[in-house]
């Protein structure tokens, strides 16, 4: 058994320390290409305004009373000829003061405001879309907030007429207490593992901050669909199925909210990954498809094998440590309490495969870290976000995680909220 658990542990740390490598080398073979890409990439805001495309964003609300006017007003502040940008706020059925905040817009000639029985996110996204008549669409959630310049970061990338989507850098707005800057430092990672995926046409989801659609695109792969709760994943694997690219901007950035308790942060996570789950499995025949590039020979397999890489972990580390447990309380029995420290050896380094292998894979993931934050802030330095991410956040995942492949397993989607 011991030598089972041993070839099963060598074979998920390599292939975990692979994917990690694979992405850092995909770094350093892009970096020199990097001057010249910006080089093509023209900021919008240097073209003439006769030039421009016309943009729609739409704002999905439910219960956003305390955030939708800073978003609002956000959209009103980019650096974007206003006669250019149109806002659709959709208020979904709210049971709070959502709509009477919306109603302060209704005299404003660039914001559209609609209201509707609640129906999901999905529907009124798709209101939004059949309300704009702009060349771009974009979606921004009604608790994000987005930087000046991030349009006219994103829309040189519809250059390629291949590429239906562009998505943002999504960072944690103003970070306060530990799980907050936990979510800080994971989103940095995040913002490093879009720019990675973008450079072979990857990118698994199109997020509620501000992705930006061409609007023909829809007549092409349909409106959004429910998709468990998460229709911009769902959307991601829609286009790929077609054959379009999603691009990413790693320096549009956009400002979310993150969930403040445990008990939100745990329900918002398990809704994103039973949706990635069940939506792969209706997404199945991407998996191994060339076909349809690296989303399916890489990305979906790279999230299969770390959910069930924890899954692995957790469960043993259960287990041991109940056996630990039991072990020191009957030797408590019989000779009493025993306490020993550690022995720490100099000229002694455990070289055995799983000890290097878990080194690796925790250098490489430091490294990950360390990147997404140069990407998000342009800093090297450590922060104390990255000192809690490193604690704690290996003791937070394995929940949701194992409470969403029950729920995958189930097919208990559970509510949004």
């Known amino acids: 058994m011991t030598s089972l658990y041993q070839a099963v542990t060598e074979i998920f740390l390599f292939v975990s320390l692979y994917i990690q490598v694979f992405l850092l080398l995909t770094l350093w073979e892009h970096r020199q290409g990097k001057t010249a890409k910006r080089a093509q990439q023209t900021d919008a805001s240097a073209l003439a ?19 939708v006017i800073g978003t609002i007003d ?18 979904d059925g709210s049971t709070d003061d959502t709509w009477s905040y919306l109603e302060r817009y209704a005299n404003d000639p660039q914001v559209k405001i609609f209201h509707k029985e609640n129906g999901g996110k999905h529907t009124a996204v798709n209101l939004g879309i059949s309300r704009s008549q702009s060349d771009i669409v974009g979606c921004l959630d009604a608790d994000s907030f987005v930087h000046p310049e991030a349009l006219n970061r994103m829309l040189p990338l519809f250059a ?14 103003t970070p306060r207490g530990w799980l907050e800057h936990i979510q800080y430092a994971e989103y940095n990672i995040g913002i490093f593992l879009r720019k990675m995926y973008s450079t072979f046409n990857a990118i698994h989801v199109t997020p509620g901050p501000l992705s930006l659609f061409r609007r023909s695109v829809f007549a092409t792969v349909g409106p959004f669909k429910s998709a468990y709760n998460t229709e911009d994943l769902e959307m991601a694997l829609r286009l790929h199925r077609h054959n379009l690219k999603i691009e990413n901007a790693e320096h549009a950035y956009v400002y979310t909210t993150p969930p403040s308790t445990i008990r939100a942060l745990v329900k ?5 990954t039973t949706g990635f789950l069940l939506n ?11 076909h349809h590039g690296q989303i399916g020979t890489f990305t979906i397999p790279a999230g299969i094998i770390s959910l069930v890489t924890v899954i692995f972990f957790s469960s043993y580390s259960l287990v041991s440590a109940a056996t630990s447990a039991a072990d020191n ?25 799983i000890h290097l292998l878990t080194i690796a894979l925790i250098v490489s993931a430091l490294l990950f870290v360390l990147f997404g934050k140069r990407i998000a802030s342009g800093s090297w330095m450590i922060s104390k976000d990255m000192v809690y991410y490193a604690l704690f956040y290996g003791f937070l995942a394995p929940w949701w995680i194992i409470i969403s492949w029950y729920r995958a397993l189930t097919r208990n989607v559970g509510s949004w909220r």
């Open 49 to 67: 305004a006769d030039s421009l495309p016309t943009v729609s964003v739409i704002v999905p609300c439910f219960n956003e009373e305390e955030t």
């Open 74 to 91: 956000s959209l009103k502040a980019l650096n974007f000829p206003a006669d250019k940008l149109s806002i659709i706020a959709v208020d």
């Open 280 to 290: 792969v499995r209706d997404y199945r025949d991407l998996l191994f498809s060339r």
């Open 160 to 173: 390629d007429p291949l590429v239906a989507s562009v998505t943002p850098a999504i960072k944690v707005r």
């Open 329 to 353: 309380w009957n030797r408590w029995r019989l000779v009493g309490w025993d306490w020993h420290w550690p022995a720490w050896h100099w000229f002694f380094v455990n070289t055995g495969p």
């Open 268 to 272: 918002q996570r398990v809704r994103w």
